[in-house]
């Protein structure tokens, strides 16, 4: 468990879905998961999930999964409620998936972003990231279209 502020960072457990399926809905309009694939990920799945509490309230989650025989892990998602941005949150966060990443030997966290998403991109690249390749039409837009994205990857050292 790590803190940042007032916030606790800990694993995440079944009896967090509803308010990390509310905080999804809250910060993506095309992106945010189902409650299924939250169900998946919280239990099943080779993954680290992650939330940041604020009281009781889950203001913030983050997902890495891994693949076997991989030292390559993707920081699949994260978010934090409106309320709660802009204090560092997304930051520590973060640093606790290189953290869980480097614990299982990983070498190399990579990461997707919209090419739109300057706050996302700029979360990255503060945290040392650097955006190595361009994903044309990676994500699903509105109206039928596609946007494109960033790989963006950092090494654990
Ligand atoms: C992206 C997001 C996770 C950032 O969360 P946060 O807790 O506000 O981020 P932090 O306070 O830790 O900020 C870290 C850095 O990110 C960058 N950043 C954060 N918000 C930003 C914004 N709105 N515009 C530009 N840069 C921003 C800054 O470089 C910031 O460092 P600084 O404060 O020293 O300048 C949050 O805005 C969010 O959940 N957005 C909706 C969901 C989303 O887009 N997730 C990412 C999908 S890839």
Redesign the pocket.
């Known amino acids: 468990m790590a803190a940042h502020d007032d916030c606790v960072i800990r694993p995440a457990t079944l009896a967090d879905l509803d308010g990390v399926h509310a905080l999804e809905k809250a ?2 309009d095309i ?1 945010a998961q189902s409650r299924r694939s939250l169900r998946y990920l919280a239990s099943r799945a080779q993954a680290d999930f992650l939330v940041a509490l604020d009281g009781a309230c889950i203001v ?1 989650d983050a997902v890495v999964l891994y693949r076997r025989n991989s030292g390559v892990a993707r ?1 699949y ?6 309320s ?11 640093r606790e998936c290189e953290t869980g990443a480097q614990r299982r030997g990983c070498r190399v966290m990579r ?4 090419l739109s ?11 040392g990231y650097r955006e190595n390749a361009s994903l044309p039409s990676y994500y699903a837009g509105r109206d039928g279209r596609r946007e494109d994205g960033v790989r963006l990857e950092k090494p654990l050292t």
């Open positions: 910060c993506f992106d913030a920081l998602s994260i978010a934090v409620g409106a709660a941005r802009g204090r560092g949150v997304a930051s520590t966060l973060l990461a997707e972003a919209r998403n300057l706050a996302s991109r700029g979360l990255f690249q503060r945290a």
